[in-house]
């Protein structure tokens, strides 16, 4: 009998599971839908932004035989210091969300530091910050709570503040790592280089349509400013799109909890009606045996 409330007191723990489970999963489905709408109108203004600097690029390249000369476009083939910041979230149950950056961001440092580069890292997220530091690594900035709720003036300030490092020369190149939404059931890894602006991803060739006008003299400027905002809203963004892929990640983990929650109730309520079966028909053949004693 022992046996039978034991097993029973399991399949209502894996009951409270199974609820618990779910409703997390219907939360971060909630969550998720109205990150995603954040993240496509982000998109759009990225997109925008983008397509200015790549005027003015295309402009200054024009007018100068050489290419661009300005800091922000400057390309180090062998950097001696770069500077790593890579987004986590602030907590679990997330399945391999959080692992898989910290993977990538071990592995660039392993490459760096096998070509006798200094990596410096800026951590964003509990989870991330946990791990390097257990881990006995050294974090040159780290900060909790924005990648659970994404600010554009915080997210500004903590860049920009990478950002100057870079054009006072104190890094050569700032690498942006995070996991990034695809769709409702994958996420995918971005490695992206922020600064110096990757001249690759600009369509500096292509015959321009736009009226914009500018005068020569403030290219740089206009240049400078727009680069400056690219490089504040690449972070904005990107912690949107990781706030939307660890939505994501949980409401997969979360179902698949749900669901094997659900097997192990069925398996222990299997468990249960065999274990009564036997303790009624133990009692049954002691019945039986008593009363062919009496005889």
Not at 231 to 240: A, D, G, K, Q, W
Not at 256 to 261: D, I, L, M, S, Y
């Amino acid at each position: 009998m022992a046996n039978l409330k034991e097993i029973k007191r399991k399949i209502g723990s894996v009951k409270n599971t199974q609820k618990t489970t779910n409703a997390m999963k219907l939360v971060s489905s909630a969550k998720l839908k109205r990150t995603e709408e954040l993240a496509k109108r982000s998109r759009v203004y990225a997109a925008k932004l983008t397509e200015l600097i790549n005027e003015i690029a295309q402009k200054m390249q024009k007018n100068n035989a050489e290419g661009i000369d300005n800091v922000y476009f400057k390309e180090n083939r062998n950097p001696k210091k770069v500077d790593i910041v890579f987004i986590t979230a602030d907590k679990g149950l997330c399945g391999g969300f959080n692992a898989q950056t910290i993977k990538r961001v071990n592995k660039l440092i392993s490459e760096y530091k096998a070509q006798d580069t200094k990596v410096c890292l800026r951590a964003i997220g509990r989870k991330g910050i946990d791990y390097f530091r257990f881990n006995g690594i050294e974090l040159n900035n780290e900060i909790v709570g924005l990648s659970a709720a994404p600010d554009y003036k915080t997210a500004s300030e903590f860049i920009s503040e990478v950002a100057d490092s870079y054009v006072n020369g104190e890094t050569d190149k700032i690498i942006l790592v995070h996991n990034g939404y695809v769709s409702m059931i994958s996420q995918e890894i971005r490695e992206d280089q922020v600064l110096p602006v990757d001249s690759s991803k600009l369509q500096l060739n292509a015959v321009s349509t736009s009226e914009l006008e500018v005068e020569p003299d403030d290219d740089d400027t206009l240049l400078d400013a727009l680069v400056k905002r690219y490089v504040e809203y690449t972070m904005y963004y990107s912690l949107i799109d990781s706030l939307a892929a660890e939505h994501s990640a949980r409401m997969q983990a979360m179902d698949a909890a749900t669901k094997n929650a659900k097997e192990m109730v069925k398996t222990l309520t299997v468990k249960y009606n065999k274990a009564r079966q036997e303790a009624i028909t133990t009692e049954l053949i002691e019945i039986i045996s008593g009363m062919e004693s009496m005889k």
